[in-house]
């Protein structure tokens, strides 16, 4: 029995055997030399894979449109846009006609350089994007090396779907009633397999490095997409234990959706509201099957990773015009772009800081570009006309910083109004509350803020000096840490003391076991991926709000996350017995 974690990028939990699906290795690349008058042959035999490939994805278009969703069926017509991109078709051509090279090789040489540039990023959002880049040119690859895929389309028994890199396409064209669920040694939540596979309900554990060499073809392989657990080959005892968690899961999954329709009210009738994190527009069609009030983070920085996608005012324009209207007067809190640190976008931002989390990040990176703040800000206030629109800044870590950015939000609306371009006079502009300095600030910043938006992802990096991104010292990230809570209830406080409303949209806010907790400190908005919404509307409803303040007192005493992991864990245990049990496993 071996065991694996990775990344919970589809919850679930699924047992079955293995389907190796490795083919997707990139074949041996033909490199020979032409003569000139060969030139027009080459390009027309690329034409030829290109038009099949075109014509293979609308066929996937039209699948999506029929099975999953238009927003879904949206990543095909991406790749179509790539393919049928006219500077592409150009670059190849002028490739082919200056090296005399074969046309496989000008053509895997143009595309394999691009996905590796943005495979070299060290931003996990763009190395994903890679993905759509080796997706489109393996298509045409296909078909100029005459390669057919093996099928996953029609299997003959249920699987689990062991790959190295499975592209948006093989989801898509896969057999899903009988994958139960998906591995693979690359890949994040935020790509578009990912995206996918949730949009199916299918359980999938990514990031997983090397598991295509630790599974073989007909192994027994538990898949725990909820906590991103992977055992392969279960001894008896947790291979029980595996299929009891399992049945606990669809029991329970069934009995949350009935929740959708049901308010996020305590038994006491406290109400909270319960929104979604979305990355890309597409996602914002599924967040209501989950019962969500409206979008708590739009990430916006997705608009400017994804290759071949402009970063024009008019492009951002339809982007969040499409996610109000989709949410139909709810509200959408866009963040503005919070790119940096971690999250590069290349040839657009410093490559070599010392101490890039410390550095141009986010509102800093902005406010010192203000035409391209501007142009985002443009697009924002014109498109919040289709719907119900906030606008939050991310990684505030003054007084000084929030007032540049709202007075250059105030120079927006002016170059609006010049241009008689209409926006919506209710927009509310809140801060993102993720650096220390500004929890400590909180009561000023509120002055100025119509929310908060605590982000605990970034808040616990920075209180508790842990890299996000680093393994080694990932154990100190607790967001249990006495420090952690004590900002959260400082925000709360600073936040309700001036009469605005309070909310939280790191990755906590889908953690069932601090739901309770957070209640507690008097937290008005979770906003989470969509599927947590369910579990966390479940947990509050089956909780009074005093007691949720006793523990929250409590948690506040304790001197030690040991302390109040072992205190929240067992209030936990003790009101929600079988929650409790499924977790843990
Ligand atoms: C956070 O920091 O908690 C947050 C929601 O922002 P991001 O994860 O995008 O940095
Ligand atoms: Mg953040």
Known sequence: MKKFTGIPASPGIAIEK????????????????????????EWKRFLTANHQAVEEVRDLYEQALREVSSEQAAIFQSHRMMLEDTDFHEQIKDQLNESLQNIEWVFWDISHKLAQCLMASPDAQFRERAADISDVSRRVMNRLLSINKRSLADLKSDVILVSHDLLPSDVLAMDKKRVKAIVMDAGGRTSHTAILARAFAIPAVLGLSSITRAIDEGDTVVVNGTVGEVIVNPDTQNLGQSQQAMDHYHKYF????????????????????????????????????????GIGLYRSEFLFLTPGQAIAEEEQYRAYSHVLKVMEGRPVTIRTLDSGGDKLIPNFQLTDEKNPLLGWRAIRFSLSRPELFKTQLRALLRSSVNGNMRIMFPLISGIEELE???????????????KNQAYSDAIEVGSMIEVPAAAMTADILAERSDFFSIGTNDLIQYSLAVDRGNERVNYLAQPSHPAVIRFLQKIIQSAHEKGIKAGLCGELAGDTTATALLLGLGLDEFSMTAQSIP????IIRGVEMEQCRLLAERALQCSSYHHVTVLVEAWMSEHFPSDYELRSR
């Open 18 to 41: 293995a389907l190796l699906y490795l083919e997707d290795d990139v074949p041996e690349i033909p490199r020979y030399s032409i003569q000139k008058s060969q030139v027009e042959s």
């Open 254 to 293: 069934d009995e949350f959706l009935e929740l959708r329709e049901l308010p996020a009210e305590t038994k006491d009738g406290h109400r909270v509201c319960l929104k979604a994190n979305i990355e890309i527009p597409e996602e914002a069609d599924q967040v209501a099957r989950y019962g969500a009030e």
């Open 404 to 418: 540049q950015a709202l007075s250059i939000l105030e120079e927006a609306k002016a170059e609006c109004r010049k």
């Open 535 to 538: 579990q966390v509307k479940r």
